[in-house]
């Protein structure tokens, strides 16, 4: 089977730091992304992990663990235009991402 | 290029009526992916096709949903007998294909919203 959890939402604070958690149980795993999506708006690329560890990208950083199935999103300095909902998503090995539920951050002064 | 195209935006139609969305992807990619979002949700896989061929459809879809994309290019969704569960956003994305290199991700459309009334 697939499955992708992630939170359902998560509140935080501008200029702080938060972590949203994704796991996933796949069949075959080619690839984790991370998209960011604005109320009545597409979701657009974030982060994209294949091998394990830290990729970094100004603010935001993406973590991948495949052996314990397990991702996060790190987001930095926090804004409020960052208030948004994050889909973590895994490829698989056809190419087709499977996405979680996604997780509304909303971000308070 | 101007990226991924979806029209209309907006659809409202009553029950019972057929409506169709039309995409148009980025001109060089070769893979097209329809997906299905509600509210609170992430999107949901449909269809997908490798140039103008379709390789997968979701066991979700049912009968009263089509896609074509008949020279490759742009691909049409087509929903019959509407149902009120079928509101939702309907997002359209486009990719290389695996060939294509390492990181070959989506770009999304804006996506058309579907209300049945």
């Known amino acids: 089977g697939q499955n992708i959890d992630q939170p359902t939402e998560m509140t935080a604070t501008e200029g702080a730091i938060v972590q949203i958690n994704c796991t996933y149980q796949t069949s075959g795993f080619n690839g984790l992304f991370w998209y960011q999506q604005h109320a009545g708006e597409a979701p657009t690329f974030l982060s994209y992990n294949v091998l394990d560890g830290l990729e970094e990208k100004g603010r935001f950083s993406s973590f991948l663990s495949r052996s314990k199935g397990y991702s996060y999103l790190l987001l930095k300095e926090l804004q409020m235009k960052d208030s948004a909902s994050y889909l973590c998503a895994v490829r698989n090995q056809g190419g087709k991402l499977i996405f979680g539920q996604g997780t509304e951050l909303s971000v308070k002064p | 290029d101007t990226g991924v195209s979806q029209n209309p935006r907006h659809k409202i139609t009553k029950r019972g009526q057929n409506v169709t969305f039309r995409c148009d992807p980025i001109?060089?990619?070769?893979?097209l992916y329809w997906y299905r979002q509600t509210l609170g949700q992430g999107p949901e896989f449909l269809t997908y096709f490798q140039n103008e061929a379709q390789l997968e459809k979701s066991r979700l879809l049912s009968d009263r949903f089509s896609a074509e994309r008949p020279k490759g290019s742009f691909s049409t969704l087509e929903i019959q007998r509407t149902e009120q569960g079928d509101s939702a956003m309907y997002l359209c994305?486009?990719?290389?294909?695996?060939?294509?290199?390492?990181?070959?991700?989506?770009?999304f459309g804006s996506g058309t919203r579907l209300t049945v009334v």
């Open positions: 001109s060089e990619h070769n893979r």
């Open positions: 994305a486009s990719s290389l294909s695996e060939s294509g290199g390492a990181n070959y991700g989506y770009t």
